[in-house]
């Protein structure tokens, strides 16, 4: 994860910070109250920093009857949380803004906050005359600066955070090109695929880092830079389900080719489609990225457990086999120690396959509920569990000199014998290294 994180959980959407909404319709509910929350996340100020909202309708706002100054159409800037209590009260709680132009049909609002909190922005109508089913039409345009910045006080640091992230992860990708040149004679499969995911990863923090300073300069991205970056988002990701599919079945391990390579590209271009839907359609689609991650996790857990049993009977059927024929090696690596070292790989595996969810969802519970306003921790805490389940499986996965446990050499059996002539006619006795000394019928040599 992202992720996630490389896992779905993590996935979020940032509103723009320049909003430009047109044609909202502003429609009474059965309280004859008109209300509309103009940004979807609460926006974090530092001081000094500027709002500006100017709000066009169709039609003329209309004055209070009690208050001639004061439009019935309200701006409020409500405090994070004040909005979600039972005994809310718009007038206490929010600071109500009674801007008006000369027209009547906008209302204009610029001020400076002087203390440093998290506002929601909302439009408020209420105790209107004229019927619920009639529907206002406005648009909205809001700019909110924080002292040269359009990101929120929680959001500042994520550029720079994901600076580090690619300079950590330009060194992982250098190690593991320098242990792809030096055993690049026992290069398989598996070794390529995890240097495409560590290029894929690199050119979506290439794109992130862009992405973010897009909306820190400007307020608002561009589809020729969030498209790709969400794509390769999900891309990794879902590579990393692969991987772990691939690698708990033992490609490239103890097989040479995959045997379940077409359900796993069912299951994985599933999850893929369901984040992009997430991301792009609705919120509802992160149900089924779940629930096709978790199909996968178990595939790849099911699946290192496979592994793990044929490798422990192919330890026993060769230790029985080397006992029976009383066969020595003429070198240190043994079949039972090469054996062993692909089931301690499997066991590794198979812990990361384990404990990869549970610290998915620790992890995503804490960001749910303890960093709500806190999204650049949030972001952290995603890129360091990618990174940790990339370096867990670079250290797993590198190549190194298997010479020694290609060839292992076994002396050849032989048997030494001794044969006794006896006094008896028909009887010898043939000694052996192996047996000892046992009696033989013979016949008689012909004279």
């Not at 033992?250 to 077409?262: A, Q, S």
């Amino acid at each position: 994860m992202t992720l996630l994180v490389l896992f779905p959980v993590f996935l979020s959407q940032i509103s723009c910070l320049i909003i430009s909404q047109d044609s909202i319709k502003l429609k009474p509910n059965k309280l004859n109250i008109v209300e509309h929350r103009i940004n979807k996340r609460a926006f974090g100020f530092q001081k000094k920093a500027t709002i500006n909202v100017t709000v066009t309708c169709e039609e003329n706002i209309r004055r209070d009857p009690e208050n001639g100054k004061s439009p019935t159409l309200m701006l409020l800037l409500c405090p994070s949380g004040t909005h979600e209590v039972e005994n809310f009260d718009y007038k206490s709680d929010c600071g109500t803004v009674y801007g008006l132009a000369e027209d009547d049909k906008k209302i204009r609002y610029h001020n400076v906050v002087e203390n440093e909190e998290f506002v929601t922005l909302y439009l408020r109508e209420k105790n209107l005359e004229r019927e619920s089913s009639t529907i206002r039409i406005c648009s909205v345009k809001a700019i909110l600066m924080n002292q040269g910045s359009h990101l929120s006080t929680d959001q500042i640091p994520i550029p720079t955070n994901y600076i580090v992230t690619l300079v950590v992860w330009m060194v992982l990708s250098f190690l593991w090109l320098v242990n792809a040149l030096c055993f690049r004679k026992h290069s398989n499969h598996l070794h390529k695929l995890l240097s495409a995911l560590l290029m894929i990863k690199l050119v979506n923090l290439i794109l992130a880092y862009i992405y973010w300073k897009e909306l820190d300069s400007k307020g608002r991205w561009s589809l020729q830079i969030s498209i790709p970056y969400n794509l390769c988002a999900s891309v990794f990701e879902t590579m990393i389900f692969i991987v772990l599919m691939l690698a708990g079945e033992g490609w490239c391990i103890i097989w040479e080719n995959p045997r379940l390579l077409k359900y796993y590209l069912v299951l994985s271009t599933s999850f893929f489609f369901m984040v992009i839907c997430f991301k792009y359609v609705h919120k509802y689609f992160q149900g089924f990225a779940i629930v096709f991650a978790s199909m996968m996790i178990y595939i790849a857990f099911k699946c290192s457990t496979i592994s793990i049993n044929t490798v422990k009977r192919n330890i026993t059927a060769s230790n029985q086999f080397i006992e029976n024929h009383r066969l020595t090696y003429k070198s240190e690596v043994t079949l039972k120690k090469r054996l062993n070292k692909k089931l301690r790989m499997f066991n590794y595996l198979q812990g990361l396959i384990i404990g990869l969810p549970c610290v998915v969802i620790v992890v995503e519970s804490v960001a749910s509920f303890l960093l709500v306003y806190n999204e650049w921790t949030r972001v952290l805490l995603k890129e360091l569990l990618e990174l940790s389940v990339m370096v867990y499986c670079c250290a797993l996965f590198r190549l190194r000199d298997f010479t020694d446990y290609n060839n292992i050499s076994i002396n050849t059996p032989y048997h030494n014998n001794v044969v006794l002539l006896t006094p008896y006619r028909n009887v010898v006795y043939i000694s052996s290294e192996n047996d000892g000394l046992s009696p033989l019928e013979v016949e008689p040599a012909q004279t």
